[in-house]
Each structure stands twice: as C-alpha cells, then as structure tokens.
C-alpha cells in the first residue's frame, strides 16, 4: 500500500507564496509520475502539474510561468512552488502518484490553500 502526506497550505494574500510539499511512503515503484491537482466546489479536479521519476513535467495552463513542480532530493518526495498567487488559485490541493506502465492511482487527502485579495 502507498501513502502520500501533504502538507504546506494556508492562507496568503493574492502576490505571495506557497510551497506545498508531499511524501511518498509505502510500495513504491522507482519509476512512477507524482503530481498535483486542485479541486474546489461544484468542479472536477484538475490538473495543476505533473513530474516523473526521470524529471519530466508537464503543466495545466493555469500553472504555467508561475508553479513549479520539483522532486526535490528526497526519494518520492514532490513538492509545488507556488508564485503570484490569485484568488482563484483557492482550492484543496491532492498529491498523487502513479507507477509508470500501471493503472494503479494514489491520492493524498489534501491540503486547503487559500488566496485572499
């Protein structure tokens, strides 16, 4: 069994920073994806940005240029820089992590941030 802890939101107001960090533990292959989504009521989760085990990311739009997904230098550890925070980056933030060529899925319990203007 995979477990994936998040930890690293809060409150901040619109321009600040956060950075989210998530923890791997368990059966874990070497070669998998991690990632974060974002969820806020009424609406699907969606995609914030992405990284393999071998470095590559990948990242949703609302993301680009101002995000950045890392795996840091802890096995299974992914974290999210989060820059130029907007009110509507409001949401629960998921971890989650998938063996590469499997369709196993793991997912965090969330971590809340809050954008204030």
């Known amino acids: 069994q995979v477990q994936l802890v998040e930890s690293g939101g809060g409150s901040v107001q619109a321009g600040g920073s956060l950075r989210l960090s998530c923890a791997a533990s368990g059966s874990i292959f070497s070669s998998n994806l991690m990632a974060w989504y974002r969820q806020t009521p009424g609406k699907q989760r969606e995609l914030v940005a992405s990284?393999?085990?071998?470095?590559?990311?990948m990242y949703g739009d609302s993301a680009k240029g101002r995000f950045i997904i890392d795996r840091g230098s802890a096995k299974n550890t992914v974290y999210l820089q989060m820059n130029s925070l907007k009110p509507e980056d409001t949401a629960v933030y998921y971890c989650?992590?998938?063996?590469?060529?499997?369709?196993?899925?793991?997912w965090g319990q969330g971590t809340q941030v809050t954008v204030s203007s």
């Open positions: 990284i393999t085990s071998s470095g590559m990311t």
């Open positions: 989650y992590l998938r063996p590469i060529m499997r369709t196993d899925t793991y």
